[in-house]
């Protein structure tokens, strides 16, 4: 079994920072992409960053140049960090992983996040 446990959510002011983890635990060889998503009241989930196993990053257009998304291997942890947080990024924020378990890639969601910004 899989569990991805999230920290880091809260509440911040505008122009404020945050740090998101997220670590993968349980039954698996390999974990390949892992990933942010959000989704804020009355609108789809969307993807705010990924990263694959040998670091590649790939970023919304809405957050370039202002979050960071990393990752430690080792750890089987993957983090994002905020900077000048925006009202329109406050969302639950969700962590998703593609993991190999005994040949067959699987997709995993942690619970979710609230990261809510004041003005």
């Known amino acids: 079994q899989v569990q991805l446990v999230e920290s880091g959510g809260g509440l911040v002011q505008a122009g404020g920072s945050l740090r998101l983890s997220c670590a993968a635990s349980?039954?698996?060889?390999?974990?390949?992409?892992m990933g942010w998503y959000r989704q804020a009241p009355g609108k789809q989930r969307e993807l705010v960053a990924t990263?694959?196993?040998?670091?590649?990053?790939n970023y919304a257009d809405s957050v370039k140049g202002r979050f960071t998304i990393s990752r430690d291997n080792a750890k089987n942890t993957v983090y994002l960090q905020m900077n000048s947080l925006k009202p329109e990024d406050t969302a639950v924020y969700y962590c998703?992983?593609?993991?190999?378990?005994?040949?067959?890639?699987?997709?995993?969601w942690g619970q979710g996040t609230q990261v809510t910004v004041s003005s």
């Open positions: 990263i694959t196993s040998g670091g590649s990053r």
């Open positions: 349980g039954s698996f060889s390999s974990i390949n992409v």
């Open positions: 998703n992983t593609d993991l190999e378990v005994a040949g067959y890639g699987y997709e995993y």
